[in-house]
């Protein structure tokens, strides 16, 4: 801090009646507590405080722009909020007598008040009808500084939440994505689930699908996909993973799942997507519409019956899906070449 120290200037006193602070004090009372303030004024970039520091002073910021900031797992500075001319901070660790929760940072030169902790104190005892108001002013500050702290860490967890979803769900289907499914599946050969408890891997393949898009459009080949997307989530269980690989490439992994308990949800899934009638445009750009079908071809394998690492796994349930496809398509096979239907 650059240190031209000194008593509360005459400037000072527009926050009288602007700061919160002070609002429940006479003039006289004002002046009394303004006599232990000091002057101070603090250079671009300078550091203010550090987090963990010993908490001994309180401030009020009379011009210029504060920024606070609270250290990740990783080192780097998260910013919290920022601190506006008439603002007052750095009082709950001189009453708590904690260090500092935040870094706080000039980010232009600014001028600031300074309330030394010993002095604080002095006050209360001192002069206490004046230090009860101040206390009573603190607990507002405080109220409206935990309002804004709870609404930003709001945002923060929403945000959170929103890049986590990103991360692993599919952009145009909304089911998750490969990545996910991949990730899931690792984590139960890593962690042991998979040996007596066994876990079935679903992998399909829409048929003919680059003939639609070339007939009716690149839309209704999306629209197709989409369906079909909204016919896995609706027909999977509860704690199965339906997943958008690529293109016309579709996942479903099934935890506690037999053979026959896959093939027959498999079944239940080929039978839907070849009944269902989506709507596509009728030629590409038209606006008309028409009613189409589509197909599927299904392969399947489970584990540890048929594979005993999640690589292996993903290898036997799409051999088994090219044998559905060589097989004549919208069929199911299963790993051992066996057709399930």
Known sequence: MNNPSGSW???????????????????????????????????????????????????????????AFVSQLDGTQRWMFDIKAGDFFGEMSVIANEPRSATVIAREDAQIMVLRGDDFYRILFEYPFSGIKLLKAIGKVQNAWFDQTSRHLSDILRWGETARRRA??????????????????NDRFERGAVGLRKIALMMLDLDRIHAVNETYGSRAGDLIIITVADILRSLVRAGDIPAHLSGDEFAVLLPDTDQEGAKAIAERIRQAVYTRRIPVPQSPGSEAKTEITTQTSIGIAVAPVHAKTAEDLIDKAD?????AKKGGRNR????????AF
């Not at 009394?32 to 405080?49: G, I, Q």
């Not at 692993?168 to 899931?184: A, H, M, P, V």
């Not at 051999?319 to 044998?323: I, T, V």
């Open 9 to 67: 200037p005459a400037a000072a006193d527009a926050f009288f009646t602007g700061s919160l602070l002070f609002s429940l004090m006479t003039k006289a009372e004002f002046k009394t507590v303004a006599a232990f303030w000091e002057y101070n004024r603090v250079e671009k970039n300078m550091t203010l405080f550090k987090e963990g520091d010993a908490g001994k002073d309180m401030f009020i910021l009379l011009s210029g722009a504060l920024s």
């Open 168 to 185: 692993i769900t599919d952009e145009l289907t909304g089911i998750y994505n490969r990545r996910f499914l991949e990730e899931s599946l």
């Open 319 to 323: 051999a088994a899906l090219r044998k």
């Open 332 to 339: 199911v096979e299963v790993a051992d070449g066996e057709p």
